[in-house]
């Protein structure tokens, strides 16, 4: 029986060369010499420091370019609120992976709503979806592909 997973993943190797041109950009901007702006990257947190909140500001934008350009889609960043001390601004950025309970649900909820010959069950942070037709499994990716969700999703492990 055919079947495939969504997923959210982020692929790691990615976001640290996204961040090490962000540190590269960084530290060549005329705006940012002299300041003690940089970034840290530990596992899926990346914190931010600088001076300033605008400084915090840009730099985020400058992270969220760089992930945009290396395929990283930026939905799944979630940035705390900046922490903010008399000479040091400091912001995390924590990247999400992996589709929590809530969502799995939604997501069974919406193929279960169209109404479509499919399974679909949550196992741990995928959601497989099967069915006896390839057809019925593409129009669910498209199902999921248009629907606004707070997560990007991935399609993988496609057995037929």
Wanted: glycine residues 4%.
């Amino acid at each position: 029986m055919p079947s495939f997973d969504v997923v959210s993943e982020v692929k790691m190797h990615e976001v640290t060369n996204a961040v090490d041109q962000a540190k590269r950009e960084v530290s060549t901007r005329f705006d940012f010499k002299g300041t003690n702006a940089k970034f840290e990257q530990n596992d899926a947190v990346i914190t931010m420091r600088a001076e300033s909140d605008f400084q915090l500001k840009q730099m985020l934008d400058i992270l969220q370019a760089k992930l945009g350009k290396r395929g990283v889609d930026i939905a799944c960043l979630q940035a705390d609120k900046p922490e903010i001390s008399l000479h040091e601004a400091r912001q995390t950025v924590t990247l999400r992976q992996g589709l929590d309970a809530p969502l799995a649900k939604k997501i069974i909820k919406m193929i279960k709503d169209a109404k479509l010959k499919v399974q679909a069950s949550i196992q741990g942070e995928k959601v497989r979806v099967s069915g006896k037709k390839k057809d019925d499994l593409q129009q669910v990716i498209g199902l999921l592909g248009e629907a606004e969700l707070e997560m990007p999703l991935q399609f993988d492990n496609f057995r037929d």
